[in-house]
């Protein structure tokens, strides 16, 4: 069906891209948007303009910053010899919602996944192996998702950060395999942090 108006119709296509959102939700956001007051839309818009020129990746953990360092590289309360690996940027969020960690992270940006031609070079690996080298870090928690490449990009970091003498855990599987650390509840993520496993 056909929709009346050719602006809502562009509207609801681009809402439909989004992850989780089909094509009625994206229908049902669209109507929401039509029906605020004209400075809500034009706030909301605003945002969405401000975090696409502003937003980078950490230069040291490769996480969502506002600046050249985030604020968790750069909150000396934190637990500067342990750092936590994780998969994507939104893992860090998901994880720092518990309040279960204290320590640094590394976003690889990834997973290694040899049948989708991602490598360990095509990801943000190099610069964790050279935080580990000058002796500061002590600990290393590999929190990448229980899958199959989850298991293959952790078995590979213990390969590479072994020779620098830290202590290599990874997460207890207290989440379903197959499961993303993104869409966890808060107490799983915390029970798989508590209960990490050394490699």
Known sequence: MKNPSRYLELLIRELSRL?????????RI??????????????????????????RSCTICGGISDGEVCSL???????QQVICVVEEQSDVLSIE???????????????????????PEDLNIRSLV???KDGVIKEVIIATNPTVEGDATSLYLSRELKPYGVTLMRI????????????????????????????
């Open 172 to 199: 207890a599987h207290g989440l379903p395999v197959g499961a993303d650390i993104e869409f966890a509840d808060s107490a799983t993520i915390a029970q798989s942090l508590k209960d990490r496993v050394k490699i």
């Open 97 to 119: 919602k518990t309040g279960a960690f204290r320590g640094l992270y590394h976003v690889l940006g990834g997973l290694i996944s040899p049948l989708d031609g991602i490598g």
């Open 130 to 132: 050279d935080r580990c």
């Open 30 to 55: 669209a109507f929401h948007l039509l029906k605020m007051p004209y400075e809500q839309v034009e706030s909301l818009s605003q945002a969405l303009i401000m975090l696409k020129k502003n937003i």
């Open 19 to 27: 992850p989780g959102i089909g094509p009625k939700s994206a229908s």
């Open 73 to 79: 590289c750069s909150d000396p309360e934190r637990e």
